[in-house]
């Protein structure tokens, strides 16, 4: 599950990744990926905010999870794309809070869908999160490392995210994130946003006038001066 809060904090949109079925074979990377674009487009669409703050509950993730995770489609995903990296905004951090000196869990948010990460932050972290650290490393960019904080409790996580800002499931005022994603569903399903991510899906380059890779006069006008070496 991906969710967006809708207040934001310090103009940065709040977004909680969750599992909510425990049982790894009805995980699906594929799903997940396509959810990612999805919500990737319509946020794109109607939102507007300068960065992303992220919640990664790993509450359910388990190494059968982990197993599931298809390289050649996270690969993909890497490719297509570019990680992107802000100055920090202050984050005053407990004795209870750790920041990861590694590479962050379920990074698929970048510079392909104008995105620029604020922070992350892991909640419910196990044993899991080396192995998880030791996958993404294969695919993603190391400029995201300083942004990842792990909490151990929902007080540390309070210290950098304000309740106001989080759901009931995290402490916060906000209501439940059964309730977000209803109406996130009912928007995805809805007529006006199934055509425009079928539009979207439609919009790529045309290769045949792409300019080939030999040497054309035509475009090196400009003025060379001769150089000598002693």
């Known amino acids: 599950m991906q969710l967006s809060m809708p207040k934001m904090y310090k103009c940065n949109r709040v977004s909680v ?19 990612t674009f999805m919500l990737g487009d319509v946020r794109m669409k109607h939102d507007y905010f300068l960065g992303d703050i992220w919640i990664v509950d790993m509450r359910h993730a388990t190494f059968s999870h982990l197993l599931r995770m298809n390289p050649t489609l996270m690969q993909k995903a ?6 992107t990296s802000r100055n920090p905004v202050d984050q005053p951090l407990s004795s209870n809070t750790m920041p990861l000196q590694q590479p962050a869990f379920l990074l698929k948010f970048q510079e392909g869908l104008g995105l620029r990460i604020h922070s992350i932050h ?109």
């Open 122 to 230: 892991v909640l419910n972290a196990n044993s899991l999160l080396q192995h998880v650290v030791s996958f993404m490393r294969q695919f993603f960019s190391p400029k995201i490392i300083d942004r990842v904080i792990v909490h151990e409790s929902l007080d540390a996580l309070h210290m950098s995210l304000p309740k106001r800002y989080l759901p009931k499931d995290y402490g916060g005022d906000e209501p439940a994130l059964a309730e977000f994603k209803d109406k996130y569903e009912k928007e995805i399903r809805s007529t006006v946003t199934k055509q425009f991510l079928i539009n979207s899906m439609k919009m790529v380059s045309d290769e045949k006038k792409r300019p080939n890779a030999d040497i054309n006069e035509e475009y090196l006008a400009g003025s060379f001066r001769k150089l000598d070496f002693d």
């Open 17 to 35: 990744f969750q599992l909510l079925n425990p049982d790894p074979s009805a995980f699906s990377c594929e799903a997940f990926l396509r959810n």
């Open 78 to 83: 890497a490719h297509l794309f570019h990680l």
